[in-house]
Nanobody, 122 residues
Framework: QAQLREAGGNSVEDGGSLKLTCFAS????????MGWFRQVPGKERESVAT????????SVAGSVKGRFTISQDNARKNIYLEMNNLKSDDSGVYYC???????????????WGQGTQVTVSS
């Protein structure tokens, strides 16, 4: 059974940094891809970053490019989201997600965690 659990959310000041971790288990499928999205009440869900496990290829949203980095551990099991130069617009609940896909076909996410709160205050 696939399980995702996020950790690392916190409250920081504008310009601060945080590193989120997604602890994953039960993701026993090929062409695995994982990612992060964030949700703010009243706003559309925003995909933040994706990583394709087999190749390590990544993609990040334009709104966070140059500030956020997605990576995976050596076992290609857990993923991280390193967030630098945080802004108030980055506040929200961050969710880990997993599915199958490739850089040519995008990721079909089918599993999600419970989320972790990130709050950036100015």
């Amino acid at each position: 059974q696939a399980q995702l659990r996020e950790a690392g959310g916190n409250s920081v000041e504008d310009g601060g940094s945080l590193k989120l971790t997604c602890f994953a288990s039960g993701l026993h499928f090929t062409r695995k891809c994982m990612g992060w999205f964030r949700q703010v009440p009243g706003k559309e869900r925003e995909s933040v970053a994706t990583i394709y496990s087999e190749t390590g290829s990544t993609s990040v949203a334009g709104s966070v490019k140059g500030r956020f980095t997605i990576s995976q551990d050596n076992a290609r099991k857990n993923i991280y989201l390193e967030m630098n130069n945080l802004k108030s617009d980055d506040s929200g609940v961050y969710y880990c997600e997993a599915g199958t896909g490739s850089v040519w076909s995008s990721c079909d996410f089918r599993h999600w965690g419970q989320g972790t709160q990130v709050t950036v205050s100015s």
